[in-house]
């Protein structure tokens, strides 16, 4: 643990060149033990890596330092022992003025980078692959419309098959998807919220059920990344994870061969609607059960 708190301090100092800092960690999962942000995978992750790293946690660090220190000399200058007899004045002007303003400042100051991260991900690049993520309880699928991979369901891999530590985690069926490609992900809900979220990549965002969100992310590199559902969801909320696969580009185009040249085997076929409705009909699966909390 104290190897934690020595590379936390050590990445706050080195401030950017975060990634190296964390270099013993476990791409795209957990690693048992660690207390820090996983280790980032693509472009926008590393924006927020330093936003975090850079921005907020000195400013957050400097803030409760100074609160502390100004608690610790109230407590000490001005207890009854030291202090009898209290002033009885109640305001001052410049201190008013200064109290009000500084956070402004800190706030603005933090909105620049806010904002500009904001920006980031609501500006798409023309996107390469779309795949639609649709949150159901308790599983995910997936669509690949425009290369004719009708829906799949994904679903938790069952605990004695999973690798360690990767129970919740591990998904069977994952979303596939090429490396250094924009995917743009298209999220709905299928019954209840649920929430699309894949650390490595810096994405979160909610499945609505009736609304269409959409997110992007471009993998850096090729590998298995975990996430899981993030909007309680009903009794098997932890039960949903999300794997994706990332691949060579020429893994991708035979995987998307295997899955659209004839037999597929598996997973539900139906999907006849996942071309032609890009958002509205958002519950072709089978559960049309109102399936209680
Ligand atoms: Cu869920």
Known sequence: MLKRGAALTAAIATAGLSANAWAQELLGQPTPGAIDLQPGASPLRHQQEFFHNVILLPIITIIVLFVLGLLLYVMVRFN???????????????IEVLWTVVPVLILMFISIFSFKLLYAFHDMP???????????????????PDLKIGEYTSTLTPEDKAPPHLFRLA???????????VVRVQVTGADVIHAFAMPAFGVKIDAVPGKTN?????????????????????????????QINVVSQADFDSWVKSKTGGAAAASSAPAASSTA????????????APAAH
């Open 214 to 242: 959409q997110t992007w992310f471009k993998a850096e590199k090729i590998g298995i990344y975990y996430g899981q559902c993030s909007e309680l969801c009903g009794v098997d909320h932890a039960f949903m994870p999300i």
């Open 171 to 181: 998904a069977d069926n994952p979303m596939v998807v090429p490396v250094d490609k």
């Open 277 to 288: 409705a890009p958002a509205a009909s958002s519950a072709p699966a089978a559960s049309s």
């Open 80 to 94: 009854r022992k030291a202090n009898p007899v209290p002033a009885k004045w109640s305001h001052n002007t410049p």
């Open 126 to 144: 023309p996107p390469d692959v779309t795949v639609k993520a649709t949150g159901n309880q308790w599983y995910w699928t997936y669509a690949y």
